[in-house]
């Protein structure tokens, strides 16, 4: 069945410091990918996607670019802020399908 | 415009009572989604409703879940007999429900605590 798999946290970083979140996933077919974040006592919010392979998701300065060759979706983010700390998930929707699988939440804690 | 809106945010429920949740989609979206965020089992999806379609219950965990979506809008989702380990934080969403890959956009989620 489907997957997706992220780097387990807390990561803790300061405040300008490059982010990765490592993503891989498992699925048949072409799905789609995402990134939602969770900030402090708040919902879920979209942050970035890409249906198809080599496109590139971008938002509020986090980067992700699909890999069909690596089954990848990696966040970056070049120079991060203390605003930035929040539980981040990647997530698949599989082609014609209707169900996110959400991989378990990293989350990142940005000090000063 | 209004997002996902649910209610209530907290629910306090002894174990044994039944509890019912409520969502309201963004206005215009037809396809509806709850998940359920605990700390052991991450985020699952447990339903799906999409126009006048019969809905995917595939996720739900037991008979005691179930959801009704009334009118193509409002979704109540009902846990009866609540056990201590339907504590979680369920979420809905709503997406356009158009051809091709559909964005899900969240409400801010019920927490649920069964004592």
């Known amino acids: 069945g489907n997957s997706v798999t992220q780097m387990e946290g807390p990561v803790t970083l300061s405040e300008e410091a490059f982010l990765t979140i490592n993503c891989t996933y498992t699925a048949t077919g072409y799905p789609s990918l995402f990134w939602y974040v969770q900030y402090p006592g708040e919902g879920l919010q979209l942050l970035l996607k890409a249906t198809k392979a080599d496109d590139k998701g971008s938002n509020k300065g986090f980067e992700a670019t699909y890999r069909k060759e690596t089954t990848s979706f990696h966040l970056e983010k070049g120079s991060v802020q203390v605003s930035d700390s929040a539980v981040y998930f990647c997530a698949l929707l599989k082609a014609a399908g209707n169900k996110l699988t959400f991989g378990g939440g990293t989350r990142v804690l940005v000090k000063p | 415009g209004a997002g996902v809106s649910q209610s209530p945010s907290n629910k306090v429920t002894e174990k044994g009572k039944d509890v019912e949740l409520r969502c309201d989609p963004i206005s215009g979206h037809t396809a509806l989604y709850w998940y359920r965020q605990s700390l052991g089992q991450g985020l699952e999806f447990l339903i799906y409703f999409q126009g006048n379609s019969a809905p995917d219950k595939s996720g739900l965990p037991s008979d005691r879940f179930s959801a009704e979506r009334t009118g193509g809008s409002v979704s109540t989702l009902t846990i009866q007999r609540t056990q201590q380990e339907d504590s979680a934080v369920y979420l809905c969403?709503?997406?356009?429900?158009?051809?091709?890959?559909?964005?899900?956009?969240f409400g801010p989620g019920t927490r649920l605590t069964v004592l």
């Open positions: 969403a709503s997406s356009p429900g158009g051809r091709g890959p559909d964005t899900q956009y």
